[in-house]
């Protein structure tokens, strides 16, 4: 599968960014899939996952009750809604896809998107 992330921008503080994952070449629907995100010089992280049928999901403590993720598999694309934005989620955003069970390592992800900029002024 090919992911295409998308919606990245320059916002600010208490904004709010929608991101976008397309994917391609095989359903979107076989996949748990996921959020990263990697600041300037840091480590990737975990954001969120979501399994396939989009019941189960689990968010980094960072961004608990202010980020959704949600797809929608008949369009073959993956969300991410952030709300309440702050300086601090500043980074590269990437969506992943794996085939098994959710994961919050980044090392058990098969498939990334290229990437997205989210930038946070205060």
């Not at 391609?24 to 990697?38: C, E, I, K, T, V």
Request: charged content about 15%.
């Amino acid at each position: 599968v090919q992911l295409q992330a998308s919606g990245g921008g320059h916002v600010q503080t208490g904004d709010s960014l929608r991101l976008s994952c397309a994917a391609s070449g095989r359903p979107l629907a076989s996949y748990q899939m996921a959020w990263f995100r990697q600041p300037l010089g840091k480590e990737r992280e975990f954001v969120a996952t979501i399994n396939p049928p989009g019941f189960e999901r689990h968010y980094a403590d960072s961004v608990k009750g202010r980020f959704v993720i949600y797809r929608d598999d008949a369009e073959n694309t993956l969300y991410l809604q952030m709300n309440s934005l702050k300086p601090e989620d500043t980074a590269v955003y990437y969506c992943a896809a794996r085939s098994n069970a959710w994961s919050v390592y980044a090392s058990n992800y098969n498939y990334w998107g290229q990437g997205t900029q989210v930038t946070v002024s205060s």
